[in-house]
């Protein structure tokens, strides 16, 4: 008997991005369901006034503007242009800037940033190693990194499998230890539907 294929930790890199009326519709629809994970992301990573947050992948920006509610200054950053002027057309906040970018390529200078995080997208991200080589560039000493996924079942196929296994939770904090990082934990949260996975770690 064969072992299960492991899928990597960014098994939709390939996925063709969002734009036109239906990138819309599905800001439209990231709205309402990243509510619980924008309040989970400030929560765990105790956002608060005097922060500099990096969301990557920030969609139509609701974790975004809950960070910056805390008293945060924020870049939202996204490679896909209908979502950034989605995020532009709901937010006037003066605290958050919205930049066309990747994981890969944070247009952020060095030691900028004291949180990154990253909901839902990492398993879209092209080069999991280049981004938390981008994350380690940007984030200050003492800086917090947290990814969170959905929890999917092992064999999981089309909207079931956007998330991650508990093995491709572990996989990324493996990773994320290789990039450098310290204090690397790996957590799950809620329950059925809600149930996610996070992973959070410290620049040193």
Known sequence: MTAPEVLPVNHHADHPGFSGVTGVIVGLMLLWMGRASARLAA???DVSTGDHV???GC???GAAREAARRGARVTGVDPAPVMLRLAR???RDANIEWTEGTAESVPVP???ATVWWS???VHHWQDVGKGLGEA???LTPGGRLLAVERRARPGATGLA???WTQQQAESFAAQCRTAGFTEVTVGRQGEGRRGVWTVRAVRP
């Open 89 to 91: 057309t709901l937010s």
């Open 110 to 112: 060095d030691g900028s």
């Open 119 to 121: 909901l839902a997208t």
């Open 54 to 56: 990096v969301d990557i």
């Open 43 to 45: 929560e765990a990573t």
């Open 136 to 138: 380690r560039r940007v």
């Open 161 to 163: 499998s956007h998330g």
């Open 59 to 61: 969609g139509p920006g």
